[in-house]
Protein backbone atom coordinates (compact mmCIF):
# COMPACT_ATOMS: atom_id res chain seq x y z
CA UNK A 1 0.00 0.00 0.00
CA UNK A 2 1.10 3.33 -0.64
CA UNK A 3 1.40 6.32 1.51
CA UNK A 4 0.52 9.92 1.10
CA UNK A 5 0.65 12.77 3.57
CA UNK A 6 -0.77 15.68 4.71
CA UNK A 7 0.75 18.65 6.55
CA UNK A 8 -0.92 21.76 7.76
CA UNK A 9 -0.50 24.60 10.49
CA UNK A 10 -1.84 24.40 13.88
CA UNK A 11 -3.27 26.71 16.58
CA UNK A 12 1.04 27.11 17.93
CA UNK A 13 3.42 28.92 15.22
CA UNK A 14 5.62 27.10 13.15
CA UNK A 15 3.94 23.98 14.94
CA UNK A 16 3.19 21.80 11.64
CA UNK A 17 1.00 18.49 12.10
CA UNK A 18 2.24 15.44 9.91
CA UNK A 19 -0.45 13.16 9.01
CA UNK A 20 0.09 9.84 7.24
CA UNK A 21 -2.97 8.92 4.70
CA UNK A 22 -3.61 5.42 2.79
CA UNK A 23 -2.89 5.93 -1.04
CA UNK A 24 -5.40 4.13 -3.53
CA UNK A 25 -2.70 2.28 -4.94
CA UNK A 26 -5.31 -0.06 -7.26
CA UNK A 27 -6.11 3.04 -8.94
CA UNK A 28 -2.65 3.97 -9.63
CA UNK A 29 -1.84 0.53 -10.82
CA UNK A 30 -4.65 0.11 -13.44
CA UNK A 31 -3.69 3.52 -14.39
CA UNK A 32 -0.35 2.77 -15.11
CA UNK A 33 -1.62 -0.47 -16.87
CA UNK A 34 -3.81 1.74 -18.72
CA UNK A 35 -0.83 3.94 -20.31
CA UNK A 36 1.58 1.27 -20.96
CA UNK A 37 -1.17 -0.45 -23.03
CA UNK A 38 -2.07 3.04 -25.04
CA UNK A 39 1.56 3.12 -25.47
CA UNK A 40 1.99 -0.46 -27.06
CA UNK A 41 -1.00 0.13 -29.07
CA UNK A 42 0.66 3.48 -30.08
CA UNK A 43 3.79 1.92 -30.93
CA UNK A 44 1.69 -1.15 -33.10
CA UNK A 45 -0.20 1.38 -34.84
CA UNK A 46 2.61 3.27 -36.09
CA UNK A 47 4.78 -0.32 -36.86
CA UNK A 48 1.48 -1.30 -38.89
CA UNK A 49 1.34 2.53 -40.89
CA UNK A 50 5.12 2.44 -41.67
CA UNK A 51 4.94 -1.26 -42.76
CA UNK A 52 2.10 -0.52 -44.62
CA UNK A 53 4.13 2.43 -46.48
CA UNK A 54 7.04 0.47 -47.09
CA UNK A 55 4.96 -1.92 -48.90
CA UNK A 56 3.07 0.31 -50.92
CA UNK A 57 6.27 2.21 -51.60
CA UNK A 58 8.26 -0.89 -52.94
CA UNK A 59 5.43 -2.84 -54.47
CA UNK A 60 4.87 0.75 -56.65
CA UNK A 61 8.34 0.97 -57.75
CA UNK A 62 9.17 -2.68 -58.35
CA UNK A 63 5.72 -2.22 -61.02
CA UNK A 64 6.59 1.04 -62.91
CA UNK A 65 10.72 -0.82 -63.14
CA UNK A 66 11.47 -4.11 -63.22
CA UNK A 67 8.52 -6.17 -62.21
CA UNK A 68 9.65 -9.24 -62.34
CA UNK A 69 12.49 -9.54 -65.00
CA UNK A 70 15.04 -10.23 -62.02
CA UNK A 71 14.55 -13.51 -60.30
CA UNK A 72 15.48 -12.47 -56.48
CA UNK A 73 12.69 -9.90 -56.55
CA UNK A 74 10.01 -11.79 -58.90
CA UNK A 75 8.16 -13.35 -55.61
CA UNK A 76 7.69 -10.36 -54.27
CA UNK A 77 6.42 -8.69 -57.28
CA UNK A 78 3.81 -11.65 -57.55
CA UNK A 79 2.87 -11.46 -53.89
CA UNK A 80 1.70 -7.11 -54.40
CA UNK A 81 -0.89 -7.02 -57.16
CA UNK A 82 -2.15 -3.46 -57.20
CA UNK A 83 -5.06 -4.55 -55.34
CA UNK A 84 -3.17 -4.84 -52.16
CA UNK A 85 -0.87 -2.18 -53.11
CA UNK A 86 -3.86 -0.07 -52.93
CA UNK A 87 -4.86 -1.15 -49.81
CA UNK A 88 -1.87 -0.46 -48.10
CA UNK A 89 -1.43 2.74 -49.92
CA UNK A 90 -5.01 3.68 -48.71
CA UNK A 91 -3.98 3.14 -45.47
CA UNK A 92 -0.34 5.38 -45.60
CA UNK A 93 -2.62 7.77 -46.92
CA UNK A 94 -5.19 7.76 -43.92
CA UNK A 95 -2.27 7.93 -41.98
CA UNK A 96 -0.55 10.68 -43.14
CA UNK A 97 -3.98 12.75 -43.06
CA UNK A 98 -4.51 11.65 -39.84
CA UNK A 99 -1.03 12.20 -38.46
CA UNK A 100 -1.19 15.64 -39.92
CA UNK A 101 2.47 14.90 -41.71
CA UNK A 102 2.86 17.74 -44.70
CA UNK A 103 0.40 18.13 -46.87
CA UNK A 104 2.73 18.07 -49.95
CA UNK A 105 3.77 14.72 -48.87
CA UNK A 106 -0.09 13.55 -47.96
CA UNK A 107 -1.24 15.44 -51.44
CA UNK A 108 1.68 13.63 -53.50
CA UNK A 109 0.58 10.02 -51.45
CA UNK A 110 -3.24 10.95 -52.38
CA UNK A 111 -2.56 11.67 -55.96
CA UNK A 112 -0.34 8.15 -56.66
CA UNK A 113 -2.92 6.30 -54.75
CA UNK A 114 -5.36 8.22 -57.22
CA UNK A 115 -3.56 6.71 -60.38
CA UNK A 116 -3.21 3.49 -59.21
CA UNK A 117 -6.50 3.21 -58.86
CA UNK A 118 -7.47 4.45 -62.54
CA UNK A 119 -5.23 2.27 -64.03
CA UNK A 120 -6.18 -0.86 -62.29
CA UNK A 121 -9.62 0.17 -63.09
CA UNK A 122 -9.22 0.34 -66.62
CA UNK A 123 -7.45 -2.97 -66.78
CA UNK A 124 -9.38 -5.44 -65.03
CA UNK A 125 -13.16 -4.00 -65.87
CA UNK A 126 -15.10 -4.33 -69.36
CA UNK A 127 -18.31 -3.38 -70.32
CA UNK A 128 -20.36 -5.08 -71.97
CA UNK A 129 -19.55 -5.92 -75.36
CA UNK A 130 -21.85 -7.40 -79.06
CA UNK A 131 -23.46 -10.77 -79.08
CA UNK A 132 -21.39 -13.57 -81.02
CA UNK A 133 -22.34 -14.14 -84.51
CA UNK A 134 -24.99 -17.59 -84.98
CA UNK A 135 -22.07 -19.65 -86.24
CA UNK A 136 -19.28 -19.01 -83.87
CA UNK A 137 -18.01 -21.38 -81.47
CA UNK A 138 -17.02 -21.33 -77.81
CA UNK A 139 -14.50 -22.66 -75.89
CA UNK A 140 -14.00 -23.52 -72.03
CA UNK A 141 -10.82 -23.58 -69.91
CA UNK A 142 -11.04 -23.99 -66.34
CA UNK A 143 -8.88 -25.30 -63.54
CA UNK A 144 -10.99 -27.55 -61.74
CA UNK A 145 -8.22 -27.77 -58.29
CA UNK A 146 -8.25 -31.46 -58.10
CA UNK A 147 -11.99 -31.94 -57.38
CA UNK A 148 -11.38 -30.77 -54.57
CA UNK A 149 -15.37 -28.88 -54.56
CA UNK A 150 -16.74 -31.83 -56.21
CA UNK A 151 -16.24 -32.96 -59.81
CA UNK A 152 -20.01 -34.33 -60.34
CA UNK A 153 -20.84 -30.34 -59.64
CA UNK A 154 -18.15 -28.90 -62.16
CA UNK A 155 -19.30 -31.13 -64.62
CA UNK A 156 -22.80 -29.50 -64.34
CA UNK A 157 -21.39 -26.39 -64.32
CA UNK A 158 -19.61 -27.32 -67.68
CA UNK A 159 -22.39 -28.62 -69.31
CA UNK A 160 -24.04 -25.60 -68.70
CA UNK A 161 -21.25 -23.98 -70.69
CA UNK A 162 -22.79 -25.58 -73.97
CA UNK A 163 -18.65 -25.42 -75.13
CA UNK A 164 -17.64 -26.68 -78.30
CA UNK A 165 -13.89 -27.24 -77.11
CA UNK A 166 -13.45 -27.64 -72.89
CA UNK A 167 -9.94 -27.67 -71.50
CA UNK A 168 -9.38 -28.51 -68.31
CA UNK A 169 -6.41 -28.61 -66.18
CA UNK A 170 -5.73 -29.88 -62.34
CA UNK A 171 -8.35 -32.97 -63.45
CA UNK A 172 -7.21 -35.87 -61.09
CA UNK A 173 -8.48 -39.19 -59.76
CA UNK A 174 -11.51 -39.78 -61.89
CA UNK A 175 -11.29 -36.69 -63.82
CA UNK A 176 -8.64 -38.14 -66.08
CA UNK A 177 -11.01 -40.47 -67.44
CA UNK A 178 -12.98 -39.59 -70.26
CA UNK A 179 -15.86 -42.20 -69.30
CA UNK A 180 -16.13 -39.74 -66.47
CA UNK A 181 -16.70 -37.05 -68.72
CA UNK A 182 -18.45 -38.52 -71.39
CA UNK A 183 -21.29 -40.04 -69.52
CA UNK A 184 -22.10 -36.42 -67.29
CA UNK A 185 -21.80 -34.31 -70.84
CA UNK A 186 -23.35 -36.11 -73.43
CA UNK A 187 -21.97 -34.94 -77.20
CA UNK A 188 -18.67 -34.74 -76.42
CA UNK A 189 -15.26 -36.98 -77.68
CA UNK A 190 -12.69 -37.05 -74.56
CA UNK A 191 -8.80 -37.66 -74.45
CA UNK A 192 -6.65 -37.71 -71.14
CA UNK A 193 -3.82 -36.15 -71.84
CA UNK A 194 -2.05 -36.70 -68.54
CA UNK A 195 -0.65 -34.41 -65.96
CA UNK A 196 -3.75 -33.68 -65.05
CA UNK A 197 -5.14 -32.25 -68.15
CA UNK A 198 -8.21 -33.10 -70.33
CA UNK A 199 -9.76 -32.12 -73.29
CA UNK A 200 -13.39 -32.44 -74.41
CA UNK A 201 -14.54 -32.02 -78.23
CA UNK A 202 -17.99 -31.57 -80.25
CA UNK A 203 -15.63 -32.88 -83.08
CA UNK A 204 -12.94 -34.78 -83.90
CA UNK A 205 -9.51 -35.50 -81.29
CA UNK A 206 -7.01 -36.69 -84.15
CA UNK A 207 -3.77 -36.71 -81.67
CA UNK A 208 -1.75 -35.33 -79.30
CA UNK A 209 1.88 -34.60 -78.52
CA UNK A 210 3.34 -33.78 -75.07
CA UNK A 211 6.04 -31.89 -74.09
CA UNK A 212 8.01 -30.20 -70.81
CA UNK A 213 10.15 -27.43 -70.13
CA UNK A 214 12.63 -27.91 -67.77
CA UNK A 215 15.84 -25.98 -66.25
CA UNK A 216 18.66 -27.01 -64.40
CA UNK A 217 17.42 -25.42 -61.29
CA UNK A 218 14.42 -26.68 -60.91
CA UNK A 219 13.92 -30.91 -60.00
CA UNK A 220 10.67 -30.77 -61.68
CA UNK A 221 9.64 -29.22 -64.78
CA UNK A 222 8.52 -25.56 -64.96
CA UNK A 223 5.98 -26.02 -67.42
CA UNK A 224 4.06 -29.10 -68.79
CA UNK A 225 1.77 -28.43 -72.11
CA UNK A 226 0.08 -30.93 -74.50
CA UNK A 227 -0.53 -30.02 -78.34
CA UNK A 228 -3.83 -31.60 -79.33
CA UNK A 229 -5.19 -31.64 -82.65
CA UNK A 230 -9.04 -31.59 -83.47
CA UNK A 231 -11.40 -31.05 -86.28
CA UNK A 232 -13.89 -28.38 -85.17
CA UNK A 233 -16.99 -28.05 -87.63
CA UNK A 234 -14.44 -29.22 -90.27
CA UNK A 235 -11.82 -26.87 -89.57
CA UNK A 236 -8.78 -28.34 -88.56
CA UNK A 237 -7.12 -26.15 -85.45
CA UNK A 238 -4.68 -26.79 -82.49
CA UNK A 239 -5.09 -26.35 -78.56
CA UNK A 240 -1.77 -25.64 -77.17
CA UNK A 241 -2.70 -26.80 -73.20
CA UNK A 242 -0.53 -25.46 -70.44
CA UNK A 243 0.11 -25.79 -66.71
CA UNK A 244 2.97 -23.56 -65.24
CA UNK A 245 4.59 -24.70 -61.73
CA UNK A 246 2.94 -22.39 -59.02
CA UNK A 247 5.85 -22.08 -57.02
CA UNK A 248 6.02 -18.46 -56.87
CA UNK A 249 9.89 -18.21 -56.49
CA UNK A 250 10.28 -19.86 -60.23
CA UNK A 251 11.73 -18.03 -62.51
CA UNK A 252 9.51 -17.97 -65.35
CA UNK A 253 11.23 -16.89 -68.70
CA UNK A 254 12.28 -20.72 -69.86
CA UNK A 255 8.60 -21.46 -69.91
CA UNK A 256 7.19 -18.32 -71.68
CA UNK A 257 10.28 -18.65 -74.24
CA UNK A 258 9.46 -22.15 -75.26
CA UNK A 259 5.99 -21.01 -75.32
CA UNK A 260 6.74 -18.21 -77.49
CA UNK A 261 8.59 -21.07 -79.86
CA UNK A 262 5.47 -23.26 -80.00
CA UNK A 263 3.19 -20.85 -81.31
CA UNK A 264 5.98 -19.45 -83.99
CA UNK A 265 5.81 -23.66 -84.60
CA UNK A 266 2.33 -24.67 -84.66
CA UNK A 267 0.77 -20.91 -87.11
CA UNK A 268 -0.04 -22.90 -89.99
CA UNK A 269 -3.11 -23.83 -88.49
CA UNK A 270 -5.43 -22.23 -86.12
CA UNK A 271 -4.38 -21.76 -82.52
CA UNK A 272 -5.82 -21.78 -79.24
CA UNK A 273 -3.59 -21.40 -76.24
CA UNK A 274 -4.90 -21.87 -72.90
CA UNK A 275 -3.29 -21.86 -69.60
CA UNK A 276 -3.08 -21.45 -65.84
CA UNK A 277 -0.09 -19.50 -65.99
CA UNK A 278 0.25 -18.81 -62.58
CA UNK A 279 2.08 -15.85 -63.71
CA UNK A 280 -0.02 -12.32 -63.78
CA UNK A 281 -1.41 -11.11 -67.41
CA UNK A 282 0.86 -7.90 -66.42
CA UNK A 283 4.31 -9.95 -66.25
CA UNK A 284 7.09 -9.04 -68.39
CA UNK A 285 7.35 -12.47 -69.39
CA UNK A 286 3.64 -12.60 -70.67
CA UNK A 287 4.51 -9.97 -72.98
CA UNK A 288 6.71 -12.57 -75.00
CA UNK A 289 3.33 -13.82 -76.45
CA UNK A 290 2.17 -10.61 -77.74
CA UNK A 291 3.94 -10.50 -80.77
CA UNK A 292 1.51 -13.78 -82.34
CA UNK A 293 -1.07 -14.21 -80.06
CA UNK A 294 -3.68 -12.15 -78.81
CA UNK A 295 -5.55 -12.49 -75.40
CA UNK A 296 -9.29 -13.46 -75.43
CA UNK A 297 -10.37 -10.85 -72.74
CA UNK A 298 -8.24 -8.01 -73.94
CA UNK A 299 -9.97 -8.44 -77.35
CA UNK A 300 -13.16 -9.07 -76.47
CA UNK A 301 -13.53 -9.25 -72.72
CA UNK A 302 -16.73 -8.24 -70.70
CA UNK A 303 -17.03 -8.33 -66.76
CA UNK A 304 -14.08 -8.48 -64.50
CA UNK A 305 -10.56 -9.84 -65.39
CA UNK A 306 -9.27 -11.72 -62.52
CA UNK A 307 -9.71 -15.51 -61.76
CA UNK A 308 -7.78 -16.01 -59.01
CA UNK A 309 -9.08 -16.34 -55.68
CA UNK A 310 -12.32 -16.95 -56.60
CA UNK A 311 -13.99 -15.80 -53.66
CA UNK A 312 -11.38 -12.41 -53.91
CA UNK A 313 -9.85 -12.33 -57.31
CA UNK A 314 -6.79 -10.67 -57.28
CA UNK A 315 -4.82 -11.81 -60.45
CA UNK A 316 -5.23 -12.81 -63.87
CA UNK A 317 -3.52 -16.57 -63.97
CA UNK A 318 -5.85 -17.78 -66.54
CA UNK A 319 -5.63 -16.86 -69.98
CA UNK A 320 -6.94 -17.99 -73.25
CA UNK A 321 -4.54 -16.75 -76.33
CA UNK A 322 -5.30 -16.87 -80.31
CA UNK A 323 -3.16 -16.69 -83.11
CA UNK A 324 -4.24 -14.55 -86.02
CA UNK A 325 -6.38 -17.51 -87.48
CA UNK A 326 -8.94 -16.73 -85.04
CA UNK A 327 -11.38 -13.40 -84.37
CA UNK A 328 -12.30 -13.32 -80.52
CA UNK A 329 -15.93 -12.14 -80.21
CA UNK A 330 -16.48 -12.31 -76.17
CA UNK A 331 -14.67 -13.15 -73.39
CA UNK A 332 -16.22 -13.69 -70.06
CA UNK A 333 -14.56 -15.28 -66.67
CA UNK A 334 -17.23 -17.38 -64.77
CA UNK A 335 -18.09 -17.12 -60.85
CA UNK A 336 -18.19 -20.67 -59.15
CA UNK A 337 -17.48 -21.90 -55.61
CA UNK A 338 -16.40 -25.43 -57.39
CA UNK A 339 -12.57 -24.52 -57.85
CA UNK A 340 -10.79 -21.96 -56.66
CA UNK A 341 -10.16 -20.48 -59.96
CA UNK A 342 -12.87 -18.46 -62.33
CA UNK A 343 -13.43 -20.65 -65.65
CA UNK A 344 -12.42 -18.68 -69.01
CA UNK A 345 -15.32 -18.90 -71.72
CA UNK A 346 -14.66 -17.62 -74.75
CA UNK A 347 -16.20 -17.01 -78.00
CA UNK A 348 -14.37 -17.14 -81.47
CA UNK A 349 -14.45 -17.57 -85.20
CA UNK A 350 -11.69 -18.92 -87.51
CA UNK A 351 -10.28 -17.13 -89.96
CA UNK A 352 -12.16 -17.16 -93.53
CA UNK A 353 -8.79 -18.69 -94.73
CA UNK A 354 -8.86 -21.04 -92.28
CA UNK A 355 -12.00 -22.95 -93.68
CA UNK A 356 -10.99 -22.71 -96.92
Given amino acids: MKLSFRAERTGGEGAIVIEEMPGNGADDTVGGSGKRLARWRMIAGRCAVVSATVVWL ?51 CLLILEMQVIVWGGQVFRGSVD ?10 FW ?48 MRLGSGMMILCRGEILKMKPGNVTVPEEPEAVCRYRIISLRVDGVLMRVLLMDVKSNPLMFRKPAFIRLAELAAELSDQPLIVAADFNTPINSVWIDQLRARLTNSFEAAGEGYRET ?29 IRSDHRSVTTDFSFDKTSQD
Wanted: aromatic residues 12%; proline residues 7%; hydrophobic residues 45%.
Fill in 143 to 190: NVCRGNFGYDSAADELAGLDADVIALVEATEQAEYPDFWTSRIPGYSA
Fill in 308 to 336: WPTLFPVLCLDQVWANDQVTWHRSRHGWS
Fill in 131 to 140: EPPADAHRFV
Fill in 58 to 108: VGTLLWVTVQDSIPILSGVYYALPLPVLMVAGGLACAASLWGGFDCRLTAS
